[in-house]
């Protein structure tokens, strides 16, 4: 699509100079404040089937601690004040 386009906006420059200029600068700006919609994925499993996608909830993102197996023994908190503040960080 830009490669189509590119040439057509540069033709503007015989129409006034600075509309190819414009056009050029405020296509990245946009996709950037654009880029800010899409959601946070760091530290969180991805969708893998559709009705994954559909359920996944923006807003909240998975705690570590909650997809730790039974299993896996990282060694116990001391004291409960710990216990709270780990899941408090992993939350």
Known sequence: MGGVLAPIINMLHNHSP???LIIFG???LLGAVLALALPE???RPLPDTLEDAENWDVRRSAPILE???PDEDFGSPDSSSEKQELQHLAS
């Open 18 to 20: 600075a509309t190819p």
């Open 67 to 69: 997809n730790l197996e």
């Open 41 to 43: 994925t760091a530290d």
């Open 26 to 28: 405020t296509s990245p």
